[in-house]
T-cell receptor, first 113, second 115 residues
Framework: GAGVSQTPSNKVTEKGKYVELRCDPI?????LYWYRQSLGQGPEFLIY????????DSGLPNDRFFAVRPEGSVSTLKIQRTERGDSAVYLC???????????FGPGTRLLVL | AQKITQTQPGMFVQEKEAVTLDCTYD???????LFWYKQPSSGEMIFLIY??????QNATEGRYSLNFQKARKSANLVISASQLGDSAMYFC????????????FGTGTSLTVIP
């Protein structure tokens, strides 16, 4: 079956611009996660959705970051007023439920100039 | 506080040999899960193997096995009969379902298989 998909695969933007990153989870997975991976590091948690609601957004670095999942499937991570420090790979994962194996998408490589 | 520690930034192994990648974890939760992921240069995180904290036996998946030593809080990944395609970054991760649903990842180990 289809895995987790993410678009775009690469995004180059200028400092101060707004970006949206999209994630389409595995069909039937109710849990969806966003992580950020900086060069040479492991993924760091940003936010987790169970269904349509953000069950845990404790990893969002500041209020420039926001994510939605309006219909309980596709999710969009939104970054306002991008900064050069936001440059990283943004990974999305989904799972059947709590504590279950998370399956990751290919990531979106964001570069802020 | 670092919850997952991977002390080997880089490892080399001869093709067809076995290799062990180290992972130690830190939690006081009685219920947790341990995972290993492979990340090739393409960037996608590929799930390899899972071990639950209450599992009595070490997990195995094909050429992958997890050496789970609960008292030492270690969960080392053993790859047998290494192949050139095993060259990648390997990440150890932990879930703690009772305190949240995020995974905690280590900093990874870069494995290079030498022909």
């Amino acid at each position: 079956g289809a895995g987790v998909s993410q678009t775009p695969s690469n995004k180059v933007t200028e400092k101060g611009k707004y970006v949206e990153l999209r994630c389409d989870p595995i069909s039937g997975h109710t849990a969806l996660y966003w992580y950020r991976q900086s060069l040479g590091q492991g993924p760091e948690f940003l936010i987790y959705f169970q269904g349509t609601g953000a069950a845990d957004d404790s990893g969002l670095p500041n209020d420039r970051f926001f994510a939605v999942r309006p219909e309980g499937s596709v999710s969009t991570l939104k970054i306002q007023r991008t900064e050069r420090g936001d440059s990283a790979v943004y990974l999305c994962a989904s799972s059947y439920g709590v504590g279950e194996t998370q399956y990751f998408g290919p990531g979106t490589r964001l570069l802020v100039l | 506080a670092q919850k997952i520690t991977q002390t080997q930034p880089g490892m080399f192994v001869q093709e067809k040999e076995a290799v062990t990648l180290d992972c130690t974890y830190d939690t006081s939760d009685p219920s947790y899960g341990l995972f290993w992921y492979k990340q090739p240069s393409s960037g996608e995180m590929i799930f390899l193997i899972y071990q639950g904290s209450y599992d009595q036996q070490n997990a195995t998946e094909g050429r992958y096995s997890l050496n789970f030593q609960k008292a030492r809080k270690s969960a080392n990944l053993v790859i047998s009969a290494s192949q050139l395609g095993d060259s990648a970054m390997y990440f150890c991760a932990m879930s703690r379902p009772n305190t949240g649903n995020q995974f905690y990842f280590g900093t990874g180990t870069s494995l290079t298989v030498i022909p």
